[in-house]
C-alpha cells in the first residue's frame, strides 16, 4: 500500500500524488456502492499492479469537503473579485465568504485588476470589509502588483480560488506558477457584454511555494445559501463576534431587537454594507423554511 493525495481527477481516472510521482489510478468498485467518490484533494491509500497501474483501495476520513468545487481538505479560500470588468458583485462575493466560513474555512479576499481601479475605489472596499480579520489583497496580473503577496498566503495550505467568471483566477494561478501555464484556460472578455464566459472546467490541484497546493475553479454565477442555519447565520460574520455578547437578548439576531450592539454599531464597527448583506441573507433564510 502506498499512500499519496489525489491531485486530479479525469475521466473516471485519477492522478495520486506519491512519493514515486504521479501515478495514474482507477477507482476500486466499492466506493460506488458505498456512495461514496473519490474527491481531489483526497488522502488516498492505493495498490499498484505490474502494468504500473493503480487502485484506490482506501480514501481517509476527510478533513473538510467542498461541494462547490468538489475538493476535499481544503483549508483555505481565496476568493478572487473584480472591482471592473466585470463589476463587483458584492452580494455574490459575501456569498462565497459565507460559504467558506461555513466550512470553516480561512478566508483570503483578493481584489485583482488593481490596474483598472483607484485608490478611492481600493479604500471603499477595505473600509467594507472592516474588522471581518479577513485578509484583503488587491493584485494585478497585469503589472505584477500583489502578486507576492498573494503567493505568501498560500504556504501550508491547501487553497481554492472561487470567485465570478473573468475576474482573472486563471490569470493569478498562471502568474503565480508560470511553469504550470499550459494546464490553465484563461479567457477573454467579451467587449459587449463584459461579463466573462467561463472558461475553466475541470478541477486540479497545483504545488505551490512551501507546502501548498492550489486549485483553479470556474467562476460561478449564485450562490445558494439554502445549507446555513437561520439562527446559525450571524456566528459566520467575524466583525460581529466582539459585539454580540453585549447585545440585551441572548440569541439576538441583531434584526429589529431593542439594545442591540451590533446595529448600534452598524456604519462603525460594522460596515453598512456588511450589515445589509446580513439582512438580505437573514431575509432569504427566513423565507426558505
Ligand atoms: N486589466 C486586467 N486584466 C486582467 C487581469 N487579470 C486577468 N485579466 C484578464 O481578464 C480576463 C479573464 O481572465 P481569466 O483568468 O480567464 O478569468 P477567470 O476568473 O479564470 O475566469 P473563469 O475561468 O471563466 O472563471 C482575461 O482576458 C485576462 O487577461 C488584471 O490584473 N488586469
Ligand atoms: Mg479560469
Ligand atoms: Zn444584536
Redesign the pocket.
Known amino acids: 500500500m502506498r499512500k499519496g493525495r489525489i491531485l486530479k481527477g479525469i475521466g473516471g481516472f485519477y492522478y495520486v500524488e506519491t512519493s514515486d510521482g504521479l501515478i495514474e489510478c482507477k477507482a476500486r468498485g466499492i466506493f460506488r456502492n458505498e456512495k461514496i467518490k473519490p474527491c481531489v484533494g483526497d488522502l488516498v491509500e492505493i495498490t499498484v499492479d505490474n502494468k504500473g497501474i493503480g487502485i484506490i483501495e482506501a480514501i481517509n476520513p476527510r478533513a473538510s469537503q467542498l461541494i462547490r468545487p468538489p475538493v476535499a481538505n481544503i483549508t483555505q479560500m481565496v476568493v478572487?473579485s473584480a472591482i471592473v470588468?466585470p463589476k463587483l458583485n458584492f452580494s455574490l462575493l459575501n456569498r462565497i465568504i459565507l460559504n467558506g466560513e461555513f466550512n470553516n474555512l480561512r478566508i483570503v479576499a483578493c481584489f485583482?485588476?488593481?490596474?483598472?481601479i483607484s485608490d478611492l475605489q481600493r479604500q471603499n472596499i477595505i473600509n467594507s470589509f472592516r474588522n471581518t480579520g479577513y485578509k484583503t489583497i488587491f493584485?494585478?496580473?497585469?503589472n505584477g502588483d500583489g502578486i507576492e503577496d498573494l503567493k505568501r498566503e498560500l504556504d501550508g495550505h491547501i487553497s481554492v480560488f472561487c470567485?465570478?467568471?473573468?475576474?482573472?483566477?486563471?490569470?493569478?494561478i498562471k502568474a503565480i506558477l508560470p511553469h504550470r501555464s499550459e494546464d490553465l484556460?484563461?479567457?477573454?472578455?467579451s467587449g459587449k457584454v463584459k461579463r466573462?464566459?467561463?472558461?475553466?472546467r475541470h478541477v486540479e490541484l497545483f504545488k505551490t511555494g512551501i507546502n501548498g497546493y492550489l486549485a483553479?475553479t470556474?467562476?460561478f454565477g449564485n450562490i445558494d445559501l439554502s445549507n446555513i442555519d437561520q439562527y446559525g447565520l450571524e456566528e459566520l460574520f467575524p466583525e460581529f463576534v466582539d459585539l454580540r455578547q453585549d447585545c440585551r437578548f441572548k440569541g439576538c439576531l441583531h434584526i429589529n431587537e431593542p439594545e442591540c450592539k451590533v446595529k448600534a454599531e452598524v456604519g462603525i464597527k460594522v460596515s453598512s454594507e456588511r450589515y445589509s448583506f446580513y439582512k438580505e441573507a437573514h431575509i432569504e433564510l427566513l423565507n426558505k423554511r
Open positions: 478572487v470588468e485583482n485588476k488593481k490596474d483598472l493584485t494585478s496580473v497585469k470567485g465570478p467568471s473573468g475576474v482573472g483566477k486563471s490569470s493569478l484556460e484563461i479567457g477573454s472578455l466573462g464566459k467561463h472558461t475553466t483553479d470556474p467562476g
